[in-house]
Structure formats: structure tokens, C-alpha cells
């Protein structure tokens, strides 16, 4: 018979959890342990009232280091994990595909990795990489070309130099070329099957006429693709100055130094880095259709706007986060979407450039409120143009901006990669540093004074795809619609 606690009180026998609980609270009175009433508690300080350090955020700042080739190399040490982290911006890009043959840069990047090297077939290279258990990765932006790498800090030789192979000499093997370009029809293919990404594109193509910048692969700019376009690309874009490279984790810098070098220091040297291009000259304006027989449309519209390097891009930017960019408070969100219910989803998009940059808008709609919805858009930023500001909605953009900039020093790769892509960018060397003070200082009145400045209906490039028989008739101030059929 299991024995239990007891205790009498009354003539009754208590016994369980609540009589342990009773004991203990008598041997604690008896023992004085609980606090006398000359030891009261130290007077409630309000939370608002409590006073400590001001809070100082401060940037870790990477190390330049030009190696002898012309590569530059941005370096920050991190011990926390045996690991160690590559990232690579080469200045190259789709904008510079050749006339006719769009979508080069795009093979190019994805052959290198893939189309094996000079000294490894593509097989052996998979295979080293499966051993190592990892694997870099290339992509090929508008302006950019960008390689990622991660990997064990015991694999740095055997990684650095299947990199350096995939990197400095691609075989472009024709077998993976065929391979790639069956890929890449086959994606064409299905981009009519997707309306907003079909949209999006014809929307840039319509953004940059007569410039690279506005050009797309096409399955017939991919029959004039040959695996020596392939190799003159790489020889064109391809070499130590014009590429930067940001190194971090469980490495010394003198070990970094050594290894990039070891690697890539006798590489071709004697050329210097390409320069940024210049700005696009022009752009249309006005309403264009994509005729698609679809229950939804897809609007989008903009224009040109400031540059990073402008010192108006910090107003703007708070602007666009007003505007449509800061989500369920934006007012295109909260118009469009919460209270006219017309749209799954809306809002805005700044793409600011070293020397240029583009404001636009986006609605995912049904057909019958597609220009209901693209009316209320513009009302919203007619709105902005005249210069009426909410209460609160400047600080609210503001704050949101600042607490969403820490989050991105959260890791020292971010750091070093930032300050790589801030010299590619050619912007000022302190921008990190001065951004949160620029946002912090940006006024309601400099808010007026861009919008006013930047947002014109007048410039607006305005796209519509959907089912355009059912659109309804234009505002006569837009003028007719030009009807368009994407080049796939």
C-alpha cells in the first residue's frame, strides 16, 4: 500500500498535493522567510519614466583589399560557425545580349556552372561538388552577373578550386547547351500561360524601347545561339577587374587574401572594368492592351524616375512606401485592396538604379473592375501629386523603413555584400552609414515637393492585360489604346 501525505485539521485527514503545499507555507512563516513589513518593496518606477543608454547602432564595415590582378576583394571575419561564405558581382548583364541573340547572357551564366570546365568534364564536376556537398550558384541579372558559394571552412582549397575552374574556364559543353536551350524554349512557352509574368515583361520591354535594356530572349533569338557566342561572351565580361568578390567567415584575412589569390591571382590581368552604362533616353507612354481571354486582368503601370545617387531618392523612396511598397497601410493596398475589395493584389515598386530609376504600380484584378481599378490608382497618385500627406503616415513609413534597414546586418555576409554592391553601384562610400539619417530627416514638405516633381500621368506607361472586349471605354483624357502581341 503506497503511503500518502497527511494532515489533520479539524478531525480530518488531508492528504495529496494541497497538503504539501500547506506545509510548506508553515515552515516558511515559522522560518521568517517571508518579508517583514519594515522591508517594503522599492516604489513602482512606470515603464516610460525608466532611464538608460541611449542605443547606438553601428555598421561593422568589411575591408577593401585590391589584389594585384585588379580584383577586388571585400573581407570580413566571422568565427561563429566553421563556415565560410563567397559572394561575386560581375559587372556584365542580359543588356548586353548581342541584337539577335537575346538571351546569351542568361545561357552563359547557367552553362558555367553546368557545361563543365576545361580540366573536369560536367559530370566530374557534380560529382567533386556532390563529395563536397555543396554547390555554387550563377545568375545573370539585367545588369549584373552575381555568383554565390558557401561551403566547410576544411573544404576551402578543394572549393576554391572547382570555383575557380566553373569560373576562370568553362567548356560549355554543347551537349548541356542543347539541354539548356530545350530549358529555355520550353520556359518561353509557358510564360504565355502566365500572365503576370508576361505582363511584367512586356511591360519593361515597353518601358525601354530602343534600348538592350528593353530586349528578351525569343525562340527565335535562341536558333542564332551557338556555343561560340558562349565562349566570346565569357571572354568579354569574364575577368578579374571587372569583377569584385566578398569573402566572410571562419577565415583570417591573410588566409583570404592567399587563397583568392592562389586561385585567381594569375588569371588575365591589363583590362580595366567596364564602365556603367548610361541611362535610357526615352520610354512609351500611354495605354497598351494584351488581348488574353482570361476572368482576370493584370494592370501595371509607370514611368522614370530618380536615381539613388539623387538627392531626392530618399524622399521618394518614403514616398513609394506610401504610396503602395509598405503593404496593408499603403494606400493602394488599403484602397484598392481592403476597401473597394477590386483587386487580390496592389501596390507599388521603386527600382532605383545607379543613374536612373523606375516608379510603378501593380493590380491583380477581375476583368470587369480592370479600369476601376487602374482609375483608382491614378486618383491615388494624383493624390500624392498635390501634395496631401496623412496624419502619421509619414512617421509610420519612416519607422517601418528604419526598423525593416537593421534586419539587413543581421548576418556579416549581408554586410560585406552590401558594401560590394554599393562600389558596383558606384554609390557614395558612406551611404550605409548616412541612410537611416537620411530617411530620419526626410520632411512632409520634401515629400510634397518630389511628388509633385515625379509623379505625371502625362509620362505614365500604362499596360493592361486581360480579356480587352470586356474592359469598358477609356477616360477620352487617355487617349486610344495601342493593342500589342508579346514576341515569344
Not at 55 to 74: D, K, V, Y
Not at 82 to 93: D, F, M, Y
Not at 440 to 468: C, H, Q
Request: aromatic content about 10%; overall charge neutral.
Amino acid at each position: 500500500m503506497k503511503s500518502k501525505s497527511r494532515f489533520i485539521r479539524h478531525g480530518r485527514i488531508l492528504s495529496g498535493p494541497l497538503t504539501c503545499l500547506i506545509i510548506a507555507l508553515v515552515i516558511i512563516a515559522c522560518c521568517g522567510i517571508f518579508p517583514s513589513s519594515s522591508m517594503s518593496a522599492q516604489p513602482f518606477t512606470p515603464p516610460d519614466k525608466i532611464k538608460y543608454p541611449g542605443l547606438e547602432f553601428r555598421i561593422q564595415q568589411a575591408e577593401r583589399i585590391e589584389l594585384e590582378n585588379g580584383m577586388i576583394l571585400f573581407f570580413l571575419e566571422d568565427r561563429e560557425l566553421p563556415l565560410v561564405s563567397l559572394s561575386a558581382l560581375v559587372r556584365t548583364g542580359s543588356m548586353y545580349d548581342p541584337q539577335g541573340k537575346e538571351g546569351l547572357a542568361e545561357l552563359t551564366a547557367y552553362l558555367i556552372r553546368t557545361g563543365g570546365t576545361e580540366k573536369y568534364s560536367s559530370d566530374e564536376v557534380d560529382e567533386r561538388l556532390d563529395a563536397l556537398s555543396a554547390s555554387p550558384s550563377l545568375s545573370m541579372a539585367l545588369d549584373s552577373a552575381s555568383v554565390t558559394f558557401s561551403f566547410l571552412k576544411n573544404d576551402l582549397d578543394p572549393c576554391l578550386e572547382i570555383l575557380s575552374q566553373i569560373v576562370r574556364a568553362p567548356a560549355f559543353e554543347e551537349k548541356k547547351l542543347q539541354l539548356a536551350l530545350a530549358l529555355k524554349n520550353e520556359e518561353l512557352r509557358r510564360i504565355g500561360d502566365d500572365p503576370q509574368k508576361l505582363a511584367f515583361r512586356e511591360f519593361n520591354r515597353l518601358l525601354y524601347p530602343d534600348d538592350p535594356r528593353g530586349r528578351y530572349m525569343t525562340s527565335g533569338s535562341l536558333k542564332n545561339i551557338h556555343r561560340d557566342d558562349l565562349m566570346v561572351f565569357h571572354r568579354a565580361y569574364f575577368f578579374p577587374s571587372n569583377m569584385m568578390i566578398a569573402v566572410t567567415g571562419d577565415i583570417s584575412k591573410e588566409e583570404a587574401v592567399k587563397k583568392i589569390t592562389q586561385y585567381f591571382g594569375d588569371w588575365e590581368r591589363n583590362r580595366r572594368a567596364l564602365n556603367l552604362p548610361p541611362p535610357p533616353k526615352k520610354t512609351n507612354r500611354g495605354v497598351f492592351y494584351i488581348n488574353k481571354d482570361l476572368p482576370q486582368s493584370t494592370v501595371v503601370s509607370g514611368e522614370f524616375t530618380v536615381s539613388k545617387n539623387d538627392p531626392d531618392y530618399y524622399a521618394f523612396s518614403v514616398l513609394d512606401f506610401m504610396i503602395g511598397s509598405g503593404g496593408f497601410r499603403s494606400r493602394i493596398f488599403s484602397a484598392v485592396r481592403n476597401h473597394e475589395g477590386l483587386a487580390y493584389s496592389a501596390g507599388s515598386f521603386y527600382r532605383a538604379r545607379s543613374n536612373y530609376g523606375i516608379f510603378g504600380t501593380y493590380a491583380f484584378t477581375k476583368t470587369e473592375s480592370t479600369l476601376q481599378s487602374l482609375n483608382l490608382i491614378n486618383d491615388i497618385l494624383r493624390n500624392a501629386a498635390s501634395g496631401a500627406i496623412q496624419l502619421g503616415e509619414l512617421e509610420w513609413a519612416k519607422k517601418s523603413m528604419l526598423n525593416s534597414f537593421i534586419f539587413s546586418f543581421e548576418q556579416p555576409h549581408k554586410i560585406a555584400t552590401q558594401q560590394m554592391v554599393i562600389e558596383y553601384e558606384k554609390l557614395p562610400n558612406d551611404y550605409l552609414i548616412s541612410y537611416r539619417k537620411n530617411i530620419e530627416t526626410v520632411s512632409a514638405e520634401d515629400i510634397k515637393r518630389v511628388a509633385a516633381a515625379y509623379l505625371s500621368e502625362k509620362r505614365r506607361l500604362m499596360l493592361l492585360l486581360g480579356n480587352t472586349e470586356q474592359f469598358g471605354k477609356l477616360p477620352e483624357e487617355w487617349g486610344q489604346p495601342s493593342l500589342i502581341t508579346p514576341n515569344l
